[in-house]
């Protein structure tokens, strides 16, 4: 199947500094990726859809100046989390879809970030 | 908008005994619905998918049906392994939409 890959897969920092997570598809082009957030022992809550040159589109309560998400190229998609604060603490996963394909879906294997 | 609700939360069978996972939705526009398998601190896995116009795939020893007028789908693993053991999610979305994902299912297999 298709392969997303994540950077970096996990990163601990401190307080207010910002971090950056990329997701890349590997062998083909995604117009469209998503970026989730999930806590422990929770599924999967969607973040925002990241479209390829054009403005990601934030779900309701997702901070657009704090979660920044660029999608440059049919191949990259990165989330910035801006100021990060322990409560940011979480898995984040994100999915790309294949263009070629029907709605599905290919996961990247997630980034664990940590805020001391 | 969407909204998926999936049941049980947890499930504990005996290896090779079945486990069936419910979920309803609520948009009947959704035409896809697809199944994951997540493993502590791992990607979900895409297991199995089904698309509306069809009430039945099955994958040797997993299955999904979809009951479009009552807006529930499931999927049945048979014979099951412990290797089975992990937190299944189901998600439903409309053609090129986002998925909705239901809160998902810990399954323990025992030995």
């Known amino acids: 199947g298709a392969v997303v890959s994540q950077h970096p897969s996990w990163v601990i920092c401190k307080s207010g500094t910002s971090v950056k997570i990329e997701c890349r598809s590997l062998?083909?082009?995604?117009?469209?990726m998503f970026w989730y957030r999930q806590f422990p022992k929770q599924s999967l809550m969607l973040m925002a859809t990241?479209?390829?040159?054009?403005?990601?589109?934030?779900e309701q309560g997702v901070e657009k100046d704090k979660f920044l998400i660029n999608h440059a190229s049919l191949t990259l998609s990165t989330l910035t989390v801006t100021s990060a604060h322990p409560e940011d603490s979480s898995f984040y996963i994100c999915?790309?879809?294949?263009?070629?394909?029907?709605?599905?879906?290919?996961f990247g294997p997630g980034t664990r970030l940590t805020v001391l | 908008g969407e909204n998926v609700e999936q049941h049980p939360s947890t499930l504990s069978v005996q290896e090779g005994d079945s486990a069936v996972i419910k979920c309803t939705y609520s948009?009947?526009?959704?035409?896809?619905f697809p199944w994951y398998k997540q493993e502590l601190g791992k990607r979900p896995q895409l297991i199995i998918d089904?698309?509306?116009?069809?009430g039945e795939k099955k994958d040797q020893r997993i299955a999904v049906t979809l009951n479009k007028t009552a807006k529930h789908f499931s999927l049945h693993i048979t014979e099951t392994q412990p290797e089975d053991s992990a937190v299944y999610f189901c998600?439903?979305?409309?053609?090129?939409?986002?998925?909705?994902f239901g809160k998902g299912t810990k399954l323990s297999v025992k030995p």
């Open positions: 999915s790309a879809r294949d263009n070629r394909g029907n709605n599905e879906q290919f």
């Open positions: 062998d083909f082009q995604a117009t469209t």
């Open positions: 990241s479209n390829e040159g054009s403005k990601a589109t934030y």
């Open positions: 948009d009947s526009a959704s035409n896809y």
């Open positions: 089904i698309r509306s116009n069809v």
């Open positions: 998600a439903a979305s409309i053609s090129q939409g986002n998925l909705i």
